[in-house]
């Protein structure tokens, strides 16, 4: 917890180093905590996990210290994966396919 602390601190006081250890002292722990939740996305984890380290470094003064930092990033995680699925239905709700074959035209016209 000690070590948490000090990296809280030096975030807060604008060290770079301290900004970048954040983000390979946490990048893998919430990639694991984050790829089931997404079905084994990768593609799609990654962009949670950038996203929720990115609002864990903005949003850091926030950071009381009830609980671990890891927790507490899994929080965001949680959010951020609930954001995109909906983002992704949202998307395929729009999605119109479209194919040239006219068996299926034709059977698509009879729905």
Known sequence: MKEE??????????DEQAFEAFFNAYFARIYRFALPRL???VEAT??????????GMRRI???RGDSALFTWLC???RHEAVDHIRSQRRHLKHLVLIDDRPDLR??????
């Open 61 to 63: 003064a926030d950071f």
């Open 5 to 14: 602390q000090l990296l809280i601190r030096r975030m807060l006081g604008g």
């Open 46 to 55: 990654r962009e949670v996990v950038q996203a929720t380290l990115a609002k």
């Open 39 to 41: 079905n084994g996305d």
């Open 75 to 77: 929080q965001i995680c």
């Open 106 to 111: 034709s059977a698509i016209e009879a729905l």
